[in-house]
């Protein structure tokens, strides 16, 4: 046949459009389980690595077992949901209003002390990011953080993914003197923030270092009530 | 002919290692400069891409050599474009089933794999018309050449951008500014522009050593 048919090019382009689609389904599905296995175990990962406990791949559901005390999930008015935290998808919750979005809660036993790990979620510059939050028991001083990303540029924006941006959190405040939610500033060599409550943003990477401030400040804030009723207590 | 050839007659050995010198996929044919800028502030990304464009790049030449006759001339670029993605969509999939760690660290450069000129380049002129074996030597040349570059390019990035290698600390705490001393990072290394200014050196560097290099 005449490789410049008009024919020829409809046929060719058929069947390389259907084999294509049919090797990548069978790639997607056969693969999909061992997939989301992973995702999972990185969640758990992630989960133990804000209140900085080191974890493999191998032994993260394990440690994760042991050492949540109790999880739950509770609204904007911390009045506690029925259901299973760890399922939530706090993308999923982001796209409702404050007042209906699940919240989950975990609590840890670190050295007898309470440790509670809020989940956040945010925009960096070109796509999502997320992480953990673990507060000592007084609600106020960060025990731990951990953060991660989709697609931030690797060198800048995706630094936030590493030790060494995330160790600053730690014995930062998120309450000032007064018990007003502050947050944590994401400071660039030009802002004056006070020590206690910000951290040094990423050079190069301004964007996601200012998408992860307001994350922080969006996430944190909509547990305000539950700092508030447990810290009453 | 190719079956009395030897697998690394002296034709073939050209066609691996010209890449490497005087058919160099960046400084010489000037192709894949976009992601040479995005991913070479530090070594590790840019040692993981360079081995993935390798990777993909050596087994897309293959597939296009092997149907090069079958082909139709009009779609060739929309055929070796579904190639392409395809093999990079598999290889994801398939890290993040069996080697999550990877497939992380691999994150954007996916796309970015998918639109490297080399690929598309080195495919259109080299692989259409020439036989699946030599296409793969010329795909593991052109991405080892295109490696080797992203690799110098990052090397000096990451020294003077963030006084590390492999994020590993290479010039001391004590000579910054901040701690006393005399020393402070330059911001600009950091930045995209800096590393077209060194592949502009390597290009000047390269020229000035290879006369036949020079257009008149």
């Excluded at chain 1, 689609?21 to 804000?50: F, H, T």
């Excluded at chain 1, 997320?130 to 025990?143: E, P, Q, R």
């Excluded at chain 2, 040479?36 to 360079?50: N, S, W």
Aim: glycine share 6%; charged share 20%.
């Amino acid at each position: 046949m005449d490789k410049n048919s008009n024919k020829y090019i409809f046929i060719y382009a058929s069947v390389m459009v259907i084999l294509v689609a049919a090797v990548l389904s069978i790639a997607s599905i056969s693969l999909k389980s061992a997939q989301q296995k992973n995702i999972k175990i990185e969640k758990k990962q992630n989960i133990l690595a804000s209140v900085n406990i080191e974890s493999t791949t191998k032994n993260a559901e394990q440690l994760f077992s042991e050492k949540v005390v109790k999880s739950y999930i509770i609204n904007s008015k911390a009045e506690i949901l029925e259901g299973n935290a760890f399922n939530i998808d706090m993308k999923k919750e982001k796209q409702l209003a404050l007042d209906k979005r699940s919240l989950p809660v975990y609590e840890f036993s670190i050295d007898g002390e309470t440790k509670y790990v809020f989940p956040m979620y945010g925009a960096g510059l070109w796509g999502p990011i997320w992480g953990y939050i673990s507060l000592d028991s007084d609600l106020n001083t960060i025990y731990g953080a951990t953060f991660d990303h989709s697609s931030e540029t690797p060198g800048l924006g995706a630094e936030i993914a590493t030790k060494k941006f995330q160790k600053q959190f730690q014995g930062k405040k998120i309450f000032d003197d007064q018990e007003n939610f502050v947050s944590i500033t994401v400071a660039k060599a030009n802002e004056t923030a006070p020590k206690q409550y910000s951290v040094d943003a990423i050079s190069g990477g301004t964007l996601t270092s200012k998408g992860l401030q307001k994350m922080l400040l969006n996430d944190l804030g909509s547990y305000r009530a539950f700092f508030k009723q447990k810290k009453s207590e | 002919m190719s079956n009395k050839e030897s697998l690394f007659s002296k034709k073939n050995k050209e066609i691996l290692l010209n890449p490497l010198s005087k058919n160099n996929p960046v400084t010489v044919q000037i192709l894949g400069i976009c992601s040479a800028l995005a991913v070479t502030a530090q070594l590790k990304p840019a040692i993981v891409m360079a081995i993935s464009v390798t990777i993909v790049l050596a087994f897309s030449c293959v597939i296009i050599s092997m149907l090069r006759n079958t082909i139709p001339n009009r779609i060739r670029i929309i055929v070796q474009l579904v190639v392409i993605a395809t093999l990079v969509i598999i290889v994801d999939q398939l890290l993040k089933a069996y080697s999550y760690n990877i497939s992380k660290q691999l994150s954007v450069f996916v796309g970015l794999i998918i639109t490297n000129c080399i690929l598309m380049g080195r495919l259109e002129a080299f692989a259409l018309g020439n036989k699946p074996w030599q296409s793969f030597l010329d795909g593991v040349g052109n991405g080892a050449g295109y490696g080797m570059i992203l690799i110098i390019v990052a090397f000096f990035r990451e020294l003077f951008g963030s006084g590390s290698l492999f994020g590993l600390r290479i010039i001391p705490e004590s000579w910054y500014i901040a701690n006393g001393g005399f020393y402070s990072n330059n911001g600009m290394m950091i930045l995209p522009p800096m590393a077209l200014i060194i592949v502009g050196v390597i290009i000047w560097v390269q020229r000035s050593k290879n006369k036949d290099l020079i257009e008149n």
